[in-house]
């Protein structure tokens, strides 16, 4: 089991999940965050820090697109950076907060800073 983050992040990247967790799992793409599914260890911390419910556990998880998402965290966390303190959410971040359905117009394949 894992937690994966979803479509909620993007656009938003809030980074408090990022300074509670104790393996440092998570890595930063230009608008959202992913979480390395080798390295979680499923401990819970970060999912109640992400003020927008980006965050959940795979195996809670059963919507039809949960294997979109755990492809996708694994993906990117093999080739964007780490990421390991807190930062400013994006700018953007309280308008998109409520959007539906942002991967298909608004992710974005790059790496964070």
Not at 38 to 44: K, L, P, Y
Not at 72 to 91: E, G, H, V
Request: net charge negative; charged share 35%.
């Amino acid at each position: 089991m894992t937690y994966i983050v979803k479509d909620e992040c993007i656009k938003c990247k809030h980074t408090t999940c990022v300074e509670v967790c104790p393996v440092d799992c998570f890595y930063e793409g230009e608008n959202m965050l992913v979480i390395n599914p080798n390295e979680c260890i499923d401990c819970g911390v970060c999912e109640p820090e992400c003020p927008v419910n980006a965050i959940v556990s795979d195996y809670d998880y059963n919507e039809k697109d949960k294997e979109k998402w755990l492809l996708l965290n694994k993906k990117y966390s093999a080739i964007w950076p780490r990421i390991t303190k807190i930062q400013d959410p994006l700018p953007e971040a309280e308008e998109f907060k409520n959007v539906k359905n942002k991967h298909e117009k608004h992710f974005s394949e790059k790496p964070g800073k």
